[in-house]
């Protein structure tokens, strides 16, 4: 083995402690006398693995163990082997390291026999087999296949078996003789093949199995090494490989593609990860749905559409459909692009896959890439049903039952993946000598946001009682709107308000943006923008706004507890009809989803953990005259002087560092000469909260550059200067104080 610089280290010398001598053909490093790696061993082993399993509802090692049950030592300590290399280098393990050391020491444990002695497994198996892992994401393939994955390793160490020493030789000296070996195998598996390429030789290869991520990070980084080579399997590795030595040398190390400051830059935007789709068949067709379960797959009718190859773009798609089914109506032609573009495309293995048929739920895990029917009249894939009996719908969480209730052939229900991979069946179960142990300490997940605190009030110099209802409201609601005079600390408390309640000091899940005049749809939401091509062509890419990125994020699995905030600063200075475009809908119907108008084949929903705080400036633009539909879905409060929480708070910011609370009393008066009318330009108190308000000097500025030439715009053409200075100017003011 071949090392890679990097934080790997225990799991490629755990990897070459089962794989050096079986490569070599010597003893098991396990007991240091059986041979295991022979042609055999494997044709032993993959025999009974052939029988498949005798209880489909049972766990997996339970199979395997009844399978095993009178085979040799050889083909049980090769289960050992196989186990261990196939769950060593995964980050997501369905039950994490206990089940991964779990599996090993009770397939270890088969060997004991009134004659052998149980098998100790050395402390080297143990040493690589950490909970982080190097394969991560859609490596869902792993726990529910792991059955095949056996299958083809056993293969792999029959075909090992039958080469000549030189060319086992020459596979340890050369990374592409290695991948020779491995892919010339019988029957690819390519996710395992891949993992033990990357086992064997981590210097060349990288722990990414996943086609579609392949595919993502080779075409994100392929400008930095000159372009990319082309679209085979061993192309598509030689230029990963060319791109992680260039990052390498300039992070200094081995990059973790996985990432965040990475992934961000090759994974497409809006990609979930690991998707959930719910599948419908035309009328509810029951012996179609029959045949979905025996044969495990899933179809979707193509009956008069060209032939499409996997991976097609949404044009070509939109294009084909508008073409060949002229005879349907709009919706349903609409209905069925996205229906094509997701089968063919975005579903990928690993991705769960469910149906609903007289009130029970079936869920499945899609295990092939979409292949056509003999007839071209259907699509398939196959898929791993996960249990017999189903899920009673009326059962399911609420939001997974408004998920399934939405209309459309494929579905993309992705929102509720973490609430159905709540309902998938484990794979493996620990020995009933766990059964004991004491169960990992998961902190409760917070439901709703969590009251606000004394301190929190304090912090800001405000009352509690309003701003636990400002919290309140904007839960029930999920988008408000802070509304008030200049100077009233809008968008001071938005931010501070949406960091409290999102409890995350990163910062992370809170984000501002400032409307403007100018500012658009294609600005908030998602447009085209100028981009260079490799060959430093000019073309438009389409790139997402602050509103479709943190959406995005927010819907991802695992995310759906956390909330996520989004402040609109300055709202009523942009034409918001523009800006919102069809997401008016969304904030109204939040379980629903639109079509949109640059994604017009991708679905898409406002999560409902994403929460919008706008601020207006009533001094701006009156919210009188703002958008009814605008009004209708967000809540309005006020923050003026004269009312909770701002009412009060500079008096309690200057009492608390002991400061002058003369401007307190100035705030106040110059607020009581301002007509009641004209409350809206009233004056809020952070014009006062400066250090310059405590000098004379500094506050004759604040009063001269700062509140003068408000009071005179306003009342440009009803008092003159002089009456103006007369009825608000600092000097008449402070005398007004004074005699008071």
């Not at 494997?42 to 009844?66: C, F, V, W």
């Not at 020779?180 to 990357?198: H, K, M, V």
């Not at 601020?615 to 967000?634: G, P, V, Y």
Request: glycine fraction near 6%.
């Amino acid at each position: 083995m071949h090392r890679a610089l990097g934080v790997s280290k225990e799991i490629e010398d755990a990897a070459w402690f089962v794989l050096g001598p079986g490569l070599q053909g010597k003893p098991s490093a396990l007991d240091g006398n059986t041979l295991t790696w022979t042609a055999e061993a494997a044709a032993e082993l993959l025999e009974r693995l052939d029988r498949g399993a005798a209880d489909a509802k049972a766990p997996m090692m339970t199979n395997l163990r009844q399978n095993l049950e009178d085979a040799s030592r050889e083909a049980k300590q090769l289960a050992v082997e196989l186990l261990f290399l196939q769950s060593l280098p995964l980050a997501h393990e369905v039950k994490s390291l206990k089940v991964k050391r779990a599996r090993v020491a009770e397939a270890a444990s088969w060997l004991e026999t009134a004659l052998e002695p149980p098998l100790e497994l050395p402390e080297e198996l143990y040493k690589g087999m950490t909970d982080h892992g190097v394969i991560r994401d859609r490596t869902a393939e792993f726990n529910w296949t792991i059955w095949d994955h056996l299958k083809w390793l056993c293969r792999f160490v029959q075909h090992v078996d039958q080469q000549v020493p030189a060319a086992i030789a020459k596979a340890l000296k050369d990374p592409l003789k290695f991948h020779e070996l491995a892919a010339g195998t019988p029957t690819d598996q390519p996710a395992i093949r891949r993992s033990i390429e990357y086992l064997a030789w981590p210097s060349y290869f990288e722990p990414v199995v996943a086609d579609v991520e392949r595919q993502e990070i080779r075409d994100a980084f392929a400008s930095l090494v000159g372009g990319a080579k082309g679209d085979s399997d061993e192309e598509i590795t030689a230029d990963i490989n060319r791109i992680r030595l260039h990052l390498d040398e300039q992070a200094g190390q081995r990059i973790d593609w996985y990432a965040r400051q990475l992934v961000s830059q090759w994974r497409k935007v809006g990609d979930p990860g690991r998707r959930a789709w719910l599948l419908r068949t035309h009328s509810d067709n029951a012996e179609l749905l029959t045949a979905w379960q025996d044969e495990e797959k899933v179809t979707l009718d193509v009956e008069h559409l060209r032939h499409l190859d996997p991976g097609v773009t949404a044009g070509l798609v939109q294009h084909a459909v508008d073409e060949d089914y002229k005879h349907l109506g709009y919706v349903e032609r609409e209905d069925t692009k996205t229906a094509v573009f997701a089968f063919l495309t975005v579903m990928k293995p690993g991705d769960l896959v469910l149906f609903q048929h007289a009130g029970t739920v079936r869920l499945g895990v899609v295990l092939g890439e979409p292949e056509h029917n003999d007839d071209n009249r259907r699509l398939r894939r196959k898929v791993r049903w996960l249990d017999d009996d189903g899920h009673a719908a009326a059962d399911l969480p609420r939001h997974v039952q408004r998920q399934l209730a939405t209309s459309g052939i494929v579905v993309d229900v992705t929102r509720v993946v973490q609430a159905l991979q709540a309902l998938v069946p484990a794979e493996a179960e620990p020995e009933d000598d766990d059964a004991d142990a004491p169960a990992a300490v998961v902190p409760p997940v917070q439901e709703g946001f969590r009251p606000l605190s004394r301190d929190f009030a304090d912090s800001l110099h405000m009352d509690l009682e309003p701003l636990q209802e400002i919290a309140e409201l904007l839960e029930e609601n999920r988008q408000l709107v802070l509304y008030g005079p200049p100077g009233t600390g809008k968008t001071y408390l938005a931010k501070h308000l949406a960091a409290e309640l999102a409890q995350d000091s990163t910062d992370e899940r809170v984000k501002l943006v400032q409307f403007h005049p100018s500012y658009a749809y294609e600005d908030f939401f998602e447009g085209y923008r100028p981009d260079k091509t490799d060959e430093g062509q000019v073309s438009f890419k389409l790139v997402a706004g602050p509103l479709r990125r943190l959406a995005e994020e927010a819907a991802k699995p695992g995310n759906e507890k956390k909330p996520y905030f989004l402040i609109i600063d300055e709202m009523n200075r942009a034409n918001l009809a523009k800006v919102f475009g069809e997401l008016y809908f969304l904030l109204e119907y939040r379980d629903d989803r639109i079509y949109l108008q640059y994604s017009p084949n991708e679905p898409f929903t406002l999560p409902d953990n994403l929460y919008i705080i706008g601020t207006m400036n009533t001094a701006d633009r009156s919210i009188a005259m703002m958008d009814a539909a605008i009004r209708r879905r967000f809540a309005f409060i006020e923050l003026h002087p004269q009312t909770e929480p701002v009412k009060g708070s500079l008096l309690r910011f200057l009492q608390a560092r002991d400061l002058d609370t003369t401007p307190a009393l100035l705030l106040d008066a110059l607020n009581a000469a301002i007509d009641e009318w004209d409350r809206d330009l009233m004056i809020g108190p952070s014009y006062f909260m400066k250090s310059a308000a405590q000098t004379p000097a500094g506050l004759r500025r604040i009063w001269k550059y700062e509140l003068m030439p408000l009071l005179e715009e306003h009342y440009h053409g009803q008092l003159t200067r002089a009456q103006l200075e007369e009825r608000f100017g600092l000097e008449q003011l402070l005398g007004r104080l004074v005699t008071s």
